[in-house]
T-cell receptor, first 112, second 115 residues
Framework: GDSVTQMEGPVTLSEEAFLTINCTYT??????LFWYVQYPGEGLQLLLK?????DKGSNKGFEATYRKETTSFHLEKGSVQVSDSAVYFC???????????FGGGTRVLVKP | EAQVTQNPRYLITVTGKKLTVTCSQN?????MSWYRQDPGLGLRQIYY???????DKGDVPEGYKVSRKEKRNFPLILESPSPNQTSLYFC??????????????FGPGTRLTVL
């Protein structure tokens, strides 16, 4: 079946550091890929998405590129802030099946 | 305001006592879904619904029931809760595109403890 693998956290960074969270997937067909963010005590919210190969999603300084050749969708941000401390989830969905598959989540802690 | 609401937000119950967690959305979304979040396991899909009267199992449906009698509501029912169902539960809704379910809009979560 489909699966999403994320790097395990926690990831601890200093403010203004560069952040990368790796995400790779296994899926047949052509999934859509998403990054969701969960701030403490809240539900998940969409951070960015990409629906086809080579698409780049971007939002709030975060970027991720859909790489079909490496089945990856790594999340990056050039300069993190304390307010970026959260748990980040990579996810995929497909037209066939209509289920959603999430990675295990990566906790990020940004220190001042 | 577009939103997904869940009730209750917190619930402590005992083994075997039937309970229902309600979920409602005001965005006219066709797709609704329930997830549970457990430490180290991430988010797992319990059940989903493509439209009224259309429901299907996710990855971890055992011990749960759902119904979709109206488009806006998608309650999660635990007929006989057990301690291994202690978890944080999220309801979500979305539109459906040609590529499948689109961006999920999540509720605030329900923290359930089964003693």
């Amino acid at each position: 079946g489909d699966s999403v693998t994320q790097m395990e956290g926690p990831v601890t960074l200093s403010e203004e550091a560069f952040l990368t969270i790796n995400c790779t997937y296994t899926a047949t067909g052509y999934p859509s890929l998403f990054w969701y963010v969960q701030y403490p005590g809240e539900g998940l919210q969409l951070l960015l998405k990409a629906t086809k190969a080579d698409d780049k999603g971007s939002n709030k300084g975060f970027e991720a590129t859909y790489r079909k050749e490496t089945t990856s969708f790594h999340l990056e941000k050039g300069s993190v802030q304390v307010s970026d401390s959260a748990v980040y989830f990579c996810a995929l969905t497909k037209a066939a099946g209509n289920k959603l598959t999430f990675g295990g989540g990566t906790r990020v802690l940004v220190k001042p | 305001e577009a939103q997904v609401t869940q009730n209750p937000r917190y619930l402590i119950t005992v083994t075997g006592k039937k309970l229902t967690v309600t979920c409602s959305q005001n965005m006219n979304h066709e797709y609704m879904s329930w997830y549970r979040q457990d430490p180290g396991l991430g988010l797992r899909q319990i059940y989903y619904s493509m439209n009224v009267e259309v429901t299907d199992k996710g990855d971890v449906p055992e011990g749960y029931k759902v119904s979709r009698k109206e488009k806006r509501n998608f309650p999660l029912i635990l007929e006989s809760p057990s301690p291994n169902q202690t978890s944080l539960y999220f309801c979500a809704s979305s539109l459906i595109t040609s590529g499948g379910p689109d961006t999920q809009y999540f509720g605030p979560g329900t923290r359930l403890t089964v003693l």
